[in-house]
C-alpha cells in the first residue's frame, strides 16, 4: 500500500462549483447520496472536530476475470480496506496518545480523489480515475482523518508524472459514451455504473452482453486503454474468488440459483449489484 498525507482544509470554490454542476445536470444518475451532506463532502472537519489532517492509502487490485471488475474479484473492498485502516489506527493510538480519526472507504461523503492528489500520490486523469505513477489506476483510496498534523509524517516522495497526458485513448475505448470529453463523465450512460449502481433496465443498446462487450459487473475499457495502466500485485483478499471466475462460463452464470449466488458470493463486492442483474 502507498501512504501520503495532506493537511485538512476546506475543499475550493470552484471545485464545489463543479461538483453541484454536475449533480444539476443530473450526471450522477440514480446515485442521490453523492448529493447529500455536501457541507462535510467539502470539509473533512466536519466529519472529524479537531482534525488537522487526512491520510490516505492505495490499496492495489488485479485484473478483470469472467467480465467481472478487477475490485470485485473477491472480498468486498469495503471490509476489506476498513480493516486495515482500523489496524493502522491502533499503531497511531500506540504513537499518538492523544489520537483521535475515523476510517473512511468510498462510502461516506469524502472526496478520496481530491485527497489522494493533496497527499501527493498522483493525479486525475481524463477517464476521472486516480492515477498513481507508481501504481496505475488499480487502486482502493482508503483515508483516515484524523487530528495529527500532516507534517509529523513523512511527506510522499516527487511524482514521476503529474498529469496523464493528451493521448484521449480512454475517451475512444468507451463502448457506451459515457467519457463524453476529457473529465466529463455522465454515470448515466458508463457501464460500470449500469451493471453495479443503477435499479433501472439497461438501455436498449447495452442490454446484451455481447453489445457491453461482455461485461457483467463493471467495466475497464477505459482504464486497459490507458498507458498508466500496469499489473500490480493485489492484496490477497481481492483474489479469494478470481479461479472461481474465471471457470464460469455464461452458461454457468446464466444456471446459478439465488441461494447458490448467495452461497458463493456471501462476501463479495456482486452482493451490490444482486442475484438479477449478475446471471442476465
Not at 463543479?18 to 463532502?41: I, P, Q, S, T, V
Not at 466536519?46 to 491520510?55: F, H, M, R
Not at 472480498?75 to 476489506?80: L, R, S
Not at 462487450?213 to 500496469?230: I, V
Amino acid at each position: 500500500m502507498d501512504f501520503g498525507a495532506a493537511a485538512v482544509k476546506t475543499v475550493s470554490e470552484s471545485r464545489r462549483r463543479a461538483f453541484e454542476r454536475y449533480l444539476a445536470e443530473g450526471r450522477n444518475g440514480e446515485m442521490g447520496y453523492l448529493a447529500r451532506n455536501l457541507e462535510k463532502r467539502f470539509d473533512p472537519a466536519l466529519l472529524v472536530p479537531g482534525a488537522e489532517s487526512v491520510l490516505c492509502f492505495l490499496a492495489p487490485y488485479g485484473q478483470a476475470s469472467g467480465g467481472v471488475a478487477g475490485f470485485a474479484q473477491g472480498v468486498d473492498y469495503h471490509k476489506v480496506v476498513k480493516d486495515r485502516l482500523f489496524a493502522v489506527m491502533q499503531d497511531l493510538k500506540a504513537q499518538f496518545p492523544t489520537f483521535d480519526g475515523r476510517p473512511f472507504v468510498d462510502s461516506a461523503p469524502v472526496l478520496e480523489r481530491f485527497w489522494a492528489v493533496e497527499a501527493g500520490l498522483g493525479f486525475i486523469g481524463q477517464n476521472n480515475f486516480f492515477i498513481s505513477p507508481e501504481y496505475g489506476l488499480r487502486t482502493i483510496i482508503g483515508v483516515i482523518v484524523c487530528n495529527i498534523p500532516a507534517d509529523r509524517f513523512a511527506p510522499h516522495a516527487s511524482l514521476a508524472a503529474t498529469d496523464c497526458g493528451a493521448c484521449g485513448a480512454c475517451l475512444h475505448a468507451c463502448p457506451s459514451g459515457a467519457l463524453r470529453a476529457p473529465f466529463d463523465l455522465d454515470a448515466r450512460r458508463c457501464l460500470s455504473y449500469l451493471t453495479i449502481e443503477s435499479h433501472e433496465p439497461l438501455p436498449e443498446d447495452l442490454s446484451s452482453l455481447e453489445q457491453r462487450r461482455g461485461w457483467r459487473f463493471g467495466c475497464e475499457e477505459c482504464m486497459r486503454a490507458c498507458p498508466w495502466d500496469k499489473p500490480l500485485t493485489p492484496l490477497p483478499e481481492f483474489e479469494t474468488h478470481r479461479k472461481e471466475m474465471e471457470r464460469m462460463s455464461d452458461a454457468d452464470w446464466a444456471s446459478l440459483s439465488e441461494d447458490e449466488f448467495n452461497r458463493r458470493f456471501a462476501d463479495s463486492g456482486l452482493q451490490r449489484a444482486g442475484y438479477g442483474k449478475l446471471t442476465k
